[in-house]
């Protein structure tokens, strides 16, 4: 994964392939976000792990019009029903020179594994 500014996908498993949600749809997905380590290539780049909905239950949100950041919005609207990926998103894609005090450093590059698992009233 090369130091652009944007959003990186790398498919960990596909989804449907057919449904993928549009701008201001309501999205279910459980993810697990990271710190951006350029040392650990042999694990997606993945850092010190900074959030997950795992243990706390699906996060729903509405996708493509600003409620999260920008690496989600431009990420999760390129996969279908069902796909999990990991999500390189540059610093400027998410929490950019403010970062997120006390969890995650000014222009830090962000690694996230995401799974979409509902589109709308639309399951896997």
């Known amino acids: ?8 996908k790398k498919v ?5 392939g057919t449904d993928f949600p549009k701008k201001s749809d309501r999205v279910t997905i ?4 990271y710190l951006y380590d350029p040392s650990r290539s042999d694990i997606d780049y993945k850092g010190t ?3 997950s909905s795992v243990d706390r239950g699906d996060f729903i949100t509405q996708i493509g019009v ?4 920008r690496g989600w919005d431009e990420g999760v609207l390129n996969m279908s029903l069902g796909e999990k990926s990991t999500l390189l ?4 894609y998410g929490y950019g020179k403010r ?6 450093p ?7 594994d995401v799974e979409l698992k509902a589109i709308n009233d639309k399951k896997v």
């Open 1 to 8: 994964m090369e130091d652009k500014e944007g959003v990186e």
């Open 12 to 16: 960990l498993r596909e989804g449907n």
């Open 30 to 33: 459980e993810y697990t976000g």
């Open 49 to 51: 792990q900074f959030d």
């Open 66 to 69: 600003g409620k999260v950041i």
């Open 89 to 92: 998103i540059s610093s400027g």
């Open 99 to 104: 970062g997120f005090p006390g969890h995650i």
């Open 106 to 112: 000014a222009n830090s590059r962000l690694v996230f």
